[in-house]
């Protein structure tokens, strides 16, 4: 079953634990096909297990994400963590993600361009963050910035960012091949080990994370 965002915002507005369950369902169906195929190209409730994974780990209650898109991970997400805050470039999907989640006021969605936006959104935070990094440019409805892959801009913010000890997993690597705008794997290799002290990068399910090794 497709839930489109009318389906999403009718039901979240009534009670969330229907969609939670119909959601559950929809995820297990397709991690088992996922399983049975060959296991590429991974669900969505393999990311979700792995940020939940992660923000365990390290205590983290604070999310980060860039590329809204249609709301799922946020949903996923909602009932995880004390603070969610969300990016979306799309003006429509932004208005989207609104309708349907603004009974949560722990949700935070900002509307912009995370090259740029997601500097101040760090900006009024003080705790250490899980960053889901999924803001690169897919095409569909999808929107383009000034690059296709900003992820270089969102590095350099969270360096910036005071606190030094954050989690980031970006969504695709996949596409991190040096086209289109894209840093290499072997590039983001080389930033972690230059400017994240104490660090290590592993690419696993198609998500590239790089974290404390402590």
């Known amino acids: 079953m497709h839930f489109t965002w009318k389906m999403k915002a009718r039901v979240l507005a009534r009670d969330s634990s229907v969609l939670n369950l119909l959601m559950g369902m929809r995820a297990r169906k397709q991690q088992k096909a996922w399983e049975t195929g060959g296991r590429f190209g991974p669900p969505h409730i393999i990311k979700q297990r792995m940020l939940l994974d992660h923000a365990q780990k390290f205590h983290i209650d604070t999310l980060v994400e860039t590329g809204t898109y249609l709301g799922d991970m946020i949903f996923a997400m909602k009932d995880h963590f004390k603070k969610i805050y969300s990016i979306e470039l799309s003006e429509e999907l932004h208005e989207r993600a609104k309708s349907a989640f603004r009974k949560y006021p722990h949700i935070h969605l900002v509307a912009g361009d995370s090259a740029t936006a997601i500097e101040s959104v760090l900006g009024g935070i003080n705790e250490r963050c899980l960053f889901w990094l999924d803001g690169h440019y897919s095409g569909g ?22 606190i030094k000890d954050h989690v980031l997993l970006i969504d695709d690597a ?11 794997l072997f590039e983001l290799h080389d930033i972690v080990v ?15 994370q790089i974290r404390p090794t402590r």
């Open 174 to 184: 996949i596409c991190f091949d040096g086209h289109h705008g894209y840093p290499t």
């Open 141 to 162: 409805i999808t929107a383009l910035g000034d690059v296709r892959c900003p992820i270089r801009a969102e590095i350099e913010a969270i360096l910036r960012h005071p």
């Open 194 to 208: 230059s400017r994240f002290p104490g660090y290590e990068m592993q690419v696993f399910d198609n998500v590239i």
